[in-house]
């Protein structure tokens, strides 16, 4: 089947808009996961799903970041009142099982730049 | 906080030689992982090492596992222009599912 789908691959807002990332994970996967990548750096861990609960969102920078995952499957990263310090590279990740070994795969990422 | 260390952040050879690029820590890992990303793209997974002291290859590339399970290293040899990416290590902590990033390794290899 399909990989990791994310959309818009790339988004141009302004400083103080509302932005909504989308993340269609590979079908059956139960676990997702949503990184941050700034230039120059690996990607950051920001919050992880199991199911439809986030099991861990100890990586979201501040309160304007928020995701949800209502049925288990796509999963929405949202910024309000966005900054110029948010521009970077989201990528998502989702994986069969959320074990150490388990492989984690990546979709291609959604561009945010803040202007 | 980047836990993980790479060196060298960048790499530009020649093809046909060999490169070893290096992921450092003070922290232990249960595995590490090693991925190539190519611009545009998200990391592919390369490898998984889980034990001290093991290595894997993977065609012409070689991968170690320090005894301690604190570093790794990749090693390519004969090295080709499809080779060309940003190498990343990851760590996994204990039974955390999370991966820690280092920074990469930007590989340029020359025709």
């Known amino acids: 089947g399909a990989g990791v789908s994310q959309t818009p691959s790339n988004k141009v807002t302004e400083k103080g808009k509302y932005v909504e990332l989308r993340c269609d994970p590979i079908?059956?996967?139960?676990?997702l996961y949503w990184y941050r990548q700034s230039l120059g750096q690996g990607p950051e861990f920001l919050i992880y799903?199991?199911?439809?609960?986030?099991?861990?969102d100890s990586g979201l920078p501040n309160d304007r970041f928020f995701a949800v995952r209502p049925e288990g499957s796509v999963s929405t990263l949202k910024i309000q009142r966005t900054e110029r310090g948010d521009s970077a590279v989201y990528l998502c990740?989702?994986?069969?099982?959320?074990?150490?070994?388990?492989?984690?795969?990546f979709g291609p990422g959604t561009r945010l730049t803040v202007l | 906080t980047q836990l993980l260390e790479q060196s060298p952040q960048f790499l530009s050879i020649q093809e046909g030689e060999n490169l070893t690029v290096y992921c450092n820590s003070s922290s232990v890992f249960s595995s590490l992982q090693w991925y190539r990303q190519e611009p545009g793209e998200g990391p592919v997974l390369l490898v998984t090492v889980v034990t001290g002291g093991e290595v894997k290859k993977l065609k012409r590339l070689t991968f170690q596992f320090g005894d301690a399970r604190k570093d790794s290293s990749l090693h390519i040899t004969a090295a080709q222009p499809g080779d060309t990416g940003l190498y990343l290590c990851a760590g996994v902590e204990g039974s955390n599912y999370k991966l820690t990033f280092g920074k990469g390794t930007l590989l340029t290899v020359n025709p």
């Open positions: 079908s059956g996967h139960t676990a």
């Open positions: 799903f199991q199911g439809t609960g986030a099991a861990d």
């Open positions: 990740a989702s994986s069969l099982f959320s074990t150490v070994a388990n492989e984690q795969f």
